[in-house]
């Protein structure tokens, strides 16, 4: 019988894991690339001995990696290794708070008890909650297809549905953490959670207030070599697999019949397959190579997921404070959400995320260095001089890094390299930067996500972070298998 082909647009992680899966289900897979390199919004910059990953840091469930390096029957599995982080996060407040958010829940509710008074047994009870709605959730929302939802909730235990019922969907994330908690700052501290998929607490389901259990009971992790190994991996095992890759080869159309995707147009000629699968941002692909098929009304009118601005800082000298990862809370929080979401503009107070990858990978700076990734949250792309907001941005950083951490950081800064919307939206294609496609501020978001296949076209499939289930890397590989599941159905 002839082998099928299947051709995958984009080399993101949610790619390259359906390409995998597909390789080893006999399909013949070319996936198609437009930048030089593999990994989308996963990258990496190397600098005067200084090593930065310049997207996703935190990294949870690990075993959906080790899962897809160990499929098939090759016996060849690259090497890719990582270790737990004892703590997950230091959390810093105006006032002079600071929270370790130890791995061990015991451990982290005796430090918050210690630190805000807030009782031990709410934070315990808590993840405890989180855990039950993970575990209930996981098979119906993220690991089978939206439209199977119902089927699969009828085949679990009507024990472990449960906690779902008790779910109030409307309340949103901040409103459930603050009927639980006391203190306002365990409050921030989960509410947190939102921007995991660039969403609102205020404006979000608290449904995702599951969304510790990943963190806090199955633990946060971090790859012995970088984020990036984790492409490199995946990408050895898919040429172990015998999948092509093209890089510099960028889809501008795609030809299609009126029930198929016939073939797709690129920089590097016309690509015919069986099959066909984007990776590319779902907002971005109906905007551009697929401009001429129909979009549905969530791409269409799209509410979209924050951005970010990142600077990479090379630093003179290393702050025993800080940890691998660390949070700078804005004082307050509602205000920043509001800019972020519905004012659309930078706030003067960000929330300043700090990840320091040297402080558990030693040869990512020079000995007594480090290595600083600085993030804010901020609106996706609109009609913005970014070249002039991030220099504002980088004052309101310093004057908040200066204010919390009682130190200037400027003196150390050795050189310095900046993300901003525009250049996410230029390197990884993804619509006006959008981190994670689409945004959860509305209780219908996740079955308004956009499906893993199409309804029109029947051999145009939809993987990685914008489509179901959602943005980051452990959904994005569950995307992959589902749709290696739908295929199996055809
Ligand atoms: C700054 C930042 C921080 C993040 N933090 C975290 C985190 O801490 N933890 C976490 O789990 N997740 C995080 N994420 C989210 C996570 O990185 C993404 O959800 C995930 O990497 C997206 O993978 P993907 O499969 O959707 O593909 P993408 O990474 O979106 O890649 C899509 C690929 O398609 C290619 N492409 C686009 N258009 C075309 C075309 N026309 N032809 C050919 N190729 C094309 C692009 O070049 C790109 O390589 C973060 C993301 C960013 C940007």
Redesign the pocket.
Known sequence: MKQKKCII?????????TAVRLANKGYHVVV????FR?????GEIKKDGFRFD???????LPSLVDELLNIGSTGDVPSFSYHQLDNVCRYFYEDGTQINAFEDPAEFADEINLQTGEPRKKILDYLKIAQKRYEAASDIFIFNPLNKALEVSKKLNPQKLKPLMKVNPLRTMHGENKQHFRSPQVVQLFDRYAT?NGSSPYLASSMLNMISHLEHNSGAFFPDKG?YSIVEAIRKKAENSGIDFLFN????ELKISDTKVLSVR?NQGDFEADLFIS???VN??YR??AASLKAPKSVKNPSLSS??L?FYWGMDRSFPDLEVHNILFSADYREEFKSLFKTRELFHDPTVYLFISSKTIKSDAPPGKENWFV?INVPPLGDRNWEELKQVARKNIIEKIKRVLKTDPTPYILFEEV?TPHS?QE????HK?A???NNSNSIWSAFLRHKNQSTKYKNLFF?????HPG??????LA?ASIVEKVIEKI
């Open positions: 647009i984009g080399a993101g992680i949610g790619g390259m894991a198609l690339e437009k930048n593999p990994g989308g919004k996963i310049t997207g996703p840091s935190l990294f949870t995991y984020m080869t960028e889809v501008k690129t990776d590319v941002d971005a692909f551009k190579p951005s970010a990142i993030m993300a996410i390197f990884t294609g993804s930067g981190l994670y496609g993987t990685g972070g914008s489509v943005g980051g890397i452990p959904l994005c995307s």
